[in-house]
């Protein structure tokens, strides 16, 4: 859902308001609980609200409020039920709201949030107990409150990417197994990294690469047992 006027400028998100809750919401849940989202973000002024889970597609307020991170007019970054208290507060080094682009990823567990901005982590925290919608087919999205921002590069990975991520870091040795069986599975490597390597990727693309690594794995031939056998 979405409440303001958003536009789409290139590879820009944009939405200025005076005194105004906007937000967009993604119409569709997400199949995982567990997924980092990143993006870019460029503003001036305003409270700019990153909700990163949703109890619906439609109004951040529902069912106790979105759990949200939030980026202020100065160095406070908050995590917070949407409309609602704090969960947790951090402080950055310096203030963002500098009208240039910085970067965001917010790591969530099925129980953690944690806050990285320019590499800085600025919040970890772990909640005792959650709201359903935390871990059930929860929404995300980008808000702002009284002033105007800027958003690109906004993807979100589920927990598909970390698991590849530590397949293709893994290594064999190759004169171990037969040339066939270590090139089909260097092939499966290479076209993973690939993957990884490109935004446009979907979840469903890093789940097959998932499976073609494991299934090359499978099918390596040691040489040591075809000279026993």
């Keep these: 859902g979405v409440s ?18 906007d937000y967009y919401l993604s119409q569709s849940p997400l199949a995982s609980s567990e997924y980092t989202i990143d993006f870019d973000i460029k503003y ?7 909700f ?6 439609s ?7 979105a759990y949200s991170v939030q980026f202020t007019n100065g160095t406070e970054v ?9 969960y947790a507060t951090g402080t950055l080094d310096k ?4 009208n240039a682009y910085h970067h965001v990823q917010i790591q ?34 980008l808000g702002l409150w009284d002033g105007n921002v800027s958003f690109k590069n906004f993807i979100v990975k589920d927990s598909s990417w970390n698991t590849l991520t ?35 990727s979907t979840q469903e693309e890093i789940a097959q690469h998932i499976q073609s690594i494991e299934e090359a794995k499978k099918q390596l031939v040691n040489v040591q047992a075809l000279k026993q056998a």
């Design 44 to 50: 001036d002024k305003g409270l700019v609200n990153a």
């Design 4 to 21: 303001g006027n958003w536009t789409i400028e290139e590879d820009e998100l944009k939405v200025s308001n005076t005194g105004n809750n």
């Design 95 to 98: 203030a963002i709201n500098d």
């Design 59 to 65: 109004n951040p307020h529902d069912n106790g409020g």
């Design 78 to 86: 908050r995590l917070f039920a949407f409309g609602g208290g704090n």
């Design 166 to 200: 530590s397949l293709v870091e893994e290594t064999i040795v190759e004169e171990n197994y037969t040339t066939q069986s270590a090139q089909a599975y260097k092939d499966a490597i290479y076209n993973a990294k690939q993957a990884l390597g490109d935004e446009t």
């Design 52 to 57: 990163v889970a949703a109890p619906n597609g």
């Design 108 to 141: 969530k567990t099925n129980n953690q949030i944690i806050v990285i901005i320019d590499n800085q982590k600025v919040i970890e925290h772990t909640f005792d107990s959650t709201m359903d919608f935390f871990n059930e087919n929860p929404h995300v999205g």
